[in-house]
Antibody, heavy 117, light 108 residues
Framework: QVQLVQSGAEVKKPGASVKVSCKAS????????MHWVRQAPGQGLEWMGW????????SYAQRFQGRVTMTRDTSISTVYMELRRLRSDDTAIYYC??????????WGQGTLVTVSS | EIVLTQSPGTLSLSPGERATLSCRAS???????LAWFQQMPGQAPRLLIY???SRATGIPDRFSGTGSGTDFILTISRLEPEDFAVYYC?????????FGQGTKVEIK
């Protein structure tokens, strides 16, 4: 069965960087794009961008351009999302979500990133 | 970008009642590429409906989606206790992919 397992919670200081991982299993990793979505406490869902695990192609939401990098390691079926120059309003749960080729059909369990001095 | 506006913000209903949730897009959604997700507290979103009206695998038939263009509806025909949650619509017809702000269905 398809599973997306994310790395554990992180606490970071403002200005630092965080790198969240998402390990996929139960399907052919390179066949499906992966997206990242975040959710601030008590708020809605915000799309951040996607990566094509088959190559280096990525696309990022404009508001994260220059601060986010999505990468992958095909040898371990894992995608990564790095967010730099963290601010307090980056405190959120970060989710990876598999793209079925249109909609998000499977989600990771989420990773809480807390930014606090 | 396409802005999705969900209404109402909160829906207070009793188990067994019918829930009707609305999602309105600021411009037409290409190919009616609209999905609905359910999110329980402390959990990741779960796909309910894709392509505006197709139920995802394992989703009970009390959930149905309708609509096209700019106006979409999620209907829960008879609310079960496990249906009280937050529901989001999302369009994937154009980039950037966008979500509505959510509708909370709470027990009256």
């Amino acid at each position: 069965q398809v599973q997306l397992v994310q790395s554990g919670a992180e606490v970071k200081k403002p200005g630092a960087s965080v790198k969240v991982s998402c390990k996929a299993s139960g399907y052919t990793f390179s066949d499906y794009y992966m997206h990242w979505v975040r959710q601030a406490p008590g708020q809605g869902l915000e799309w951040m961008g996607w990566i094509n695990p088959n190559n280096f192609d990525t696309s990022y939401a404009q508001r994260f351009q220059g601060r986010v990098t999505m990468t992958r390691d095909t040898s371990i079926s894992t995608v990564y999302m790095e967010l730099r120059r963290l601010r307090s309003d980056d405190t959120a749960i970060y989710y990876c979500a598999r793209d079925s080729r249109r909609y998000f059909d499977f989600w990771g369990q989420g990773t809480l990133v807390t930014v606090s001095s | 970008e396409i802005v999705l506006t969900q209404s109402p913000g909160t829906l207070s209903l009793s188990p067994g009642e019918r829930a009707t949730l609305s999602c309105r897009a600021s411009q037409s959604v290409n190919s009616n590429y609209l999905a609905w997700f359910q999110q329980m507290p402390g959990q990741a979103p779960r796909l309910l409906i894709y392509d505006a009206s197709s139920r995802a695998t394992g989703i009970p038939d009390r959930f149905s989606g309708t609509g096209s263009g700019t106006d979409f509806i999620l209907t829960i025909s008879r609310l079960e206790p496990e249906d009280f949650a937050v529901y989001y619509c999302q369009q994937y017809g154009s980039s950037p992919r966008t979500f509505g702000q959510g509708t909370k269905v709470e027990i009256k």
